[in-house]
């Protein structure tokens, strides 16, 4: 059981975390949805086994959010 599970509406996710957070595959039901994260963490989600399921991965500048 994952806590967004059942969350498949989601069209934004804001993630503040400068290191990717642990999750799993089944974390997100869709990952079809804006994911937002710091500036100059880029290349650590893309780069994360699970995070960059992500189709849209956008970094802002945390006072831009």
């Known amino acids: 059981v994952s806590a967004f599970e059942g969350c498949s509406e989601l ?4 993630c ?12 997100f039901d869709s990952y079809d949805c804006i994911l937002l994260i710091p500036k100059g963490t880029l290349d650590a989600y893309e780069n994360h086994k699970y995070w960059n399921s992500f189709k849209n991965i956008k970094a802002y500048r945390l006072s831009n959010l």
């Open 16 to 27: 503040l975390a400068t290191t990717p957070p642990f999750i799993n595959s089944w974390t």
């Open 11 to 14: 069209d934004t996710i804001i």
